[in-house]
C-alpha cells in the first residue's frame, strides 16, 4: 500500500493509520436536494465494511463519493473530506481519475465491454500506459478475481458472453488489474443468483487479504457473512425532505447483536422479523 496520489496537498489530520478512507461528510447535494448529512465513516484497512440502510438513505452515494465517481454527475456536490492516504481526495489539485485509479469501483449491473476477456481485464492497464508485462498482469488479476480457470482456453471470446457471475468476476479483475489499494463495491451481487453470489462473497473474503474493500447491500445476511464492519444509514424526513444520515457504524457482530442506536435497532429487528 505505498500508493500516493501524486499531488501535493497537506497532510490531514484525524485519520488514524489503519484507516485506508476517512469520510467526513457534511453534506451532499444533487443540485439543491440535501441527499446526505453528518456522514463520518473510516474504511479500515485490510477489512470489509458493509454500509447498509432502508432504500435512499444515501449508501450509494456515500460509496460513489469515496472515489470521486459523483463527479460524473453535474449537479452533485460534496462538503467535507474524504482522506486517502492521508491527503484529500477532493484537495484543490487532485486528479479524479488517480483517485479512481487507487479506488476502483465494481457496480451494480456486470458491466464488462463488448470485447474479449482479455482486453476487459488489460482496459485499465492499456490506458494508464502500462508497459509491463501485460499478459502477466491480465493471468494475476483473473486468478485473483477466481475466474482463470474458467476462462484460460477462451481469452478471446467476447466477455459478454459469459453468464451474469462471470461476468461480475470479469469486472472485479479489471478493477483489480491495475492493483487498486481499496474496491468499492456497490450491490455486487444484487443481479446475481445465489450460487454466483456465494462465489463473489468468498472472492471477496479472498480479496481482504490483498485490498481493503467497501461494499453497499441489502441483504443483511451478506454484510454479517463478509464485513468486518457495518455502518448503518438511515432517512431523516423531519424536515420534509428525505435525507440521509449515518446512524452508527461498528464490528458487524455489535452492530447486528448489540447495536448502540434505536433507529438502529428498529431497523435490523423490522428486517428480521
Ligand atoms: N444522480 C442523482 N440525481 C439526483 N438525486 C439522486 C441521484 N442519485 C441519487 N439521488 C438521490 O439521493 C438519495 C440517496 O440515493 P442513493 O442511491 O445514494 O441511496 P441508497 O441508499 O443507495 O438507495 P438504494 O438502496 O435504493 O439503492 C435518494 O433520495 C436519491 O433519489
Known sequence: MSATLEMNTAQTADV?????????????????????????????????????????????????????????????????????????????????????????????????????????????????????DINGRVEKALRRAALWNEVKDKLKQNGLSLSGGQQQRLCIARAIATEPTVLLMDEPCSALDPIATRQIEELMLELKNDYTVAIVTHNMQQAIRVADKTAFFSVDMSQGGRTGFLVEVGATKQIFENPKQQLTKEYLSGEFS
Request: glycine letters at 12%; proline letters at 5%.
Open 16 to 132: 488514524s493509520p489503519e484507516v485506508a478512507i476517512g469520510a467526513r461528510i457534511e453534506k451532499i447535494f444533487y443540485g439543491d436536494f440535501l441527499a446526505v448529512r453528518d456522514s463520518d465513516v473510516d474504511i479500515e484497512k485490510g477489512k470489509i465494511t458493509g454500509f447498509i440502510g432502508p432504500s435512499g438513505c444515501g449508501k450509494s452515494t456515500v460509496l460513489r463519493s469515496l472515489n470521486r465517481m459523483n463527479d460524473l454527475i453535474p449537479s452533485f456536490s460534496l462538503e467535507g473530506h474524504v482522506h486517502f492516504l492521508g491527503q484529500d481526495v477532493y484537495g484543490k489539485n487532485v486528479d479524479p481519475v488517480v483517485v479512481r485509479r487507487h479506488i476502483g469501483m465494481v457496480f451494480q449491473q456486470p458491466n464488462p465491454f463488448s470485447m474479449s476477456i482479455f482486453e476487459n481485464v488489460a482496459f485499465g492497464l492499456r490506458l494508464n500506459g502500462f508497459k509491463g
